[in-house]
């Protein structure tokens, strides 16, 4: 008989002692919604139409606008034939830097992937968002075997280091774009005014605000919660102050932060 209330897939009930207390600047949606938003390639496991046995496989990865991975596949790739017999799946998105990987944050995202029709609504957002944080992609997007995929993600798990781990819902990482109709529509027209007139203000964000390196800095997202920026393969997230929903909020919060990189110089 099955429970009335299962666990989340991932979830690790009853594992952590209960005494156990969290650092106090570890806030785990924080973590996990950076890592969502800023990684850009993934290991994607997939069930084996074959046998069941987990198959994994690496994959470029981008977000939607409201936070849901996007993958872009060819038919002719295993996992792609495992997902059109069975849609589950788990994507790893991992955190890389100096001495031990495993000391490194990394967030497992599991839900089911489904296709999008190259007919429908959504296409012409989600070809935009994933061909601006990975243009070469665009040399065989447009192939006939080739298809993005899109996961109703439903729940995660991240392990932020040594005692850092976390169960999450999908609502903790995902964004709330119900109210956002209005930036969503807009954001194609945003992004490409700041490249174009505000490419300075792109170059401030990143290095006065975020700390890195100099360069070419690019919007390639935006959307309730902030801005995506990304120079080559490196890709940055840059949080507003405030939530925005709509084109005007939009332009000012862009102005105020802008202002705040500015006297920083």
Not at 131 to 157: C, N, Q, T
Request: charged share 25%; proline share 6%; aromatic share 4%.
């Amino acid at each position: 008989m099955k429970p009335e209330n299962p666990p989340l897939p991932g979830a690790m009930p009853r594992r952590t002692p209960e005494n156990a207390t969290p650092p106090a600047d570890f806030v785990p949606r924080d973590v996990a919604k950076s890592l969502l938003r800023v990684t850009r390639t993934g290991t994607l496991a997939t069930l084996d139409r074959n046998s069941g046995h987990p198959f994994a496989s690496l994959v470029n990865v981008v977000t939607d606008v409201d936070g849901a991975p996007l993958i872009l596949t060819s038919k002719l790739a295993t996992h792609t034939a495992n997902l059109e017999r069975d849609g589950r799946a788990s994507l790893l998105l991992a955190e890389f830097g100096k001495g031990d990987a495993l000391a490194h944050a990394r967030l497992t995202a599991l839900g089911s992937m489904a296709p999008v029709a190259r007919d429908s609504a959504d296409d012409a957002r989600v070809r935009r968002r994933f061909l601006a944080r990975h243009p070469k992609s665009e040399l065989y997007a447009g192939f006939g075997d080739f298809a993005f995929w899109r996961m109703a993600l439903v729940s995660a798990h991240l392990n932020g280091g040594f005692a850092r781990a976390a169960d999450l819902t999908a609502a903790d990482v995902l964004t709330d774009v119900s109210d956002a109709q209005a930036l969503i529509e807009v954001e194609a027209e945003a992004i490409a005014h700041m490249n174009a007139d505000h490419a300075e203000a792109c170059r401030l964000y990143a290095t006065k605000l975020l700390g890195a390196s100099d360069g070419d800095w690019r919007c390639v997202g935006i959307d309730p919660e902030g801005i995506e920026l990304q120079r080559g393969q490196t890709a940055l997230r840059l949080l507003f102050p405030q939530r925005v929903t709509g084109p005007g909020p939009l332009r000012a919060v862009l102005k105020q932060l802008a202002d705040e990189a500015r006297a920083l110089t």
